[in-house]
C-alpha cells in the first residue's frame, strides 16, 4: 500500500507568516499534486509537479518535488486567512498501465488568524 | 455543466438502509473517480472509471458498496444495507485525461451520515 504523510497534522499561524508543509512517502510516483479545500467543498488543484527536483511557483505559495520523486514540500510566504483551509498533497500512480489514480496523502489542516 | 455535480449534497439514511449518489462529470471527461472521505482526513479511493468501463474497484470497502457509469457520463455509487461505518463525505471526480498528472475536478461531495 502507498502512503503519503504529510506534517504537520495541523498548523494555526498569524497572519504574515512563512510556513511550510511536508508529504512523504517511500514510494515513487509519476507526479505530485496539491490541493486545497475548504469545508463543504470537494478538493481544488493548486499546482501539478512531474520532474524530480522540480519548482513551481504560485503567487506566495512554492511547491517542490523531491529529486527521487518520493515527497514535496509547500511553502506559503506571507499567509494571509483566505489561504486557510485543508491542504492535500497527492501522488499519481500508474497502475498496469491500464488505469491510473491519485492517491492523497493525510492532510495538513491550515488556520491562519488575523 | 461547468463543473462536476454531486447530488443529493446530504443523505441520512437508517442503518440498514440502501442509498444512490450520483455523479455528473465535466462533459466530455473521461476518466471518473469515486473517493471517500473522513473529517479532516484526506480522501480515500474506492473506483475508477474510463468511459464506461470500471477499471479499477480496488478501493471499494465490501461487497455492499457497486458503482455504475453505464453510458460514459453519469455515475452512481450505490451502498447497499448501510452500516454506520458508511458515514463520510462522498466525493466525485472527473479528468479529461487517462494520465492522473492533469489532475482532477471535484464536486462538491455528498454528505452521508447513517443513523
Known amino acids: 500500500t502507498q502512503l503519503l504523510e504529510q506534517s504537520p497534522q495541523f498548523l494555526s499561524i498569524q497572519e504574515g507568516e512563512n510556513l511550510t508543509v511536508y508529504c512523504n512517502s517511500s514510494?515513487?510516483?509519476?507526479?505530485l499534486q496539491w490541493y486545497r479545500q475548504e469545508p463543504g467543498e470537494g478538493p481544488v488543484l493548486l499546482v501539478t509537479v512531474v520532474t524530480g527536483g522540480e519548482v513551481k511557483k504560485l503567487k506566495r505559495l512554492t511547491f517542490q518535488f523531491g529529486d527521487a520523486r518520493k515527497d514535496s514540500s509547500l511553502h506559503i510566504t506571507a499567509a494571509q486567512t483566505g489561504d486557510t483551509g485543508l491542504y492535500l498533497c497527492?501522488?499519481?500512480?500508474?497502475?498496469?498501465?491500464?488505469?491510473?489514480?491519485?492517491?492523497f496523502g493525510t492532510g495538513t489542516l491550515l488556520a491562519v488568524q488575523p | 455543466g461547468a463543473g462536476v455535480s454531486q447530488s443529493p449534497r446530504y443523505k441520512v439514511a437508517k442503518r440498514g438502509q440502501d442509498v444512490a449518489l450520483r455523479c455528473d462529470p465535466i462533459s466530455g471527461h473521461v476518466s471518473l473517480f469515486w473517493y471517500q472521505q473522513a473529517l479532516g482526513q484526506g480522501p480515500e479511493f474506492l473506483t475508477y472509471f474510463q468511459n464506461e468501463a470500471q477499471l479499477d474497484k480496488s478501493g471499494l470497502p465490501s461487497d455492499r458498496f457497486f458503482a455504475e457509469r453505464p453510458e460514459g457520463s453519469v455515475s452512481t455509487l450505490k451502498i447497499q444495507r448501510t452500516q454506520q461505518e458508511d458515514s463520510a463525505v462522498y466525493l466525485c471526480a472527473s479528468s479529461l485525461d487517462y494520465s492522473p498528472n492533469y489532475g482532477y475536478t471535484f464536486g462538491s461531495g455528498t454528505r452521508l451520515t447513517v443513523v
Open positions: 514510494s515513487v510516483f509519476s507526479s
Open positions: 497527492a501522488g499519481g500512480v500508474p497502475y498496469g498501465g491500464a488505469t491510473n489514480k491519485l492517491i
